[in-house]
Structures are given as C-alpha cells and as structure tokens.
C-alpha cells in the first residue's frame, strides 16, 4: 500500500463487503458525512443509514448501509455495517 492509500475494510454479519487498498472514503456518520484521507487523525463513530462512497483506482464506488460504526486508524478504515 502506497503512503497515498488507505486500507479499507467494509464488513458485515454475513460477509466482508470490500478489503483493498483507496485513495479516499466518505463515511455517513451521525453528526454528517465526513471525508477519511491518508494520515487521518485516530476515530470511532457510529454510522447513520446512508451510503459510504469510497475511490478505488480512479473511480468511486458505492455501498449502502443501515447503520454501523468507523474505525480509523494508523492508516486502516474498519467499517462494521448493519
């Protein structure tokens, strides 16, 4: 993974939705959608209903969530979606 990437991992109960390396996400949390770039600072949040877009070799793609919760760290997204 490029120090311009971010490791991005997208689970369910069921199954993992998404693992591999992206440029950016946008997560809906639940004070408002928010943006994660590489060396973004450490956060927890819980997620609203919405949708997490995230660009993977140059194009965005999409996943509809019913909720969940975000972790950032040390350049890893974790998101655990309902």
């Known amino acids: ?6 490791q991005l991992n997208i689970i369910s109960a069921e199954k993992k939705l998404f ?3 992206v ?5 809906p ?10 060396d ?12 997490i ?3 993977v070799g140059g194009s965005e793609k ?3 969530v ?5 972790e950032v760290n040390n350049g890893v997204v974790t998101i655990c979606v309902a």
């Open 53 to 55: 877009i995230y660009t």
């Open 29 to 38: 949390g639940i004070s408002g959608s928010f943006g994660v770039y590489p």
């Open 62 to 64: 999409t996943v509809e």
């Open 66 to 70: 019913n909720g969940g919760i975000a």
């Open 1 to 6: 993974m490029k120090k311009t990437e971010l």
């Open 19 to 21: 693992s591999g390396a």
């Open 40 to 51: 973004h600072a450490p956060l927890i949040s819980p997620l609203k209903e919405g949708v």
């Open 23 to 27: 440029a950016s996400v946008v997560i």
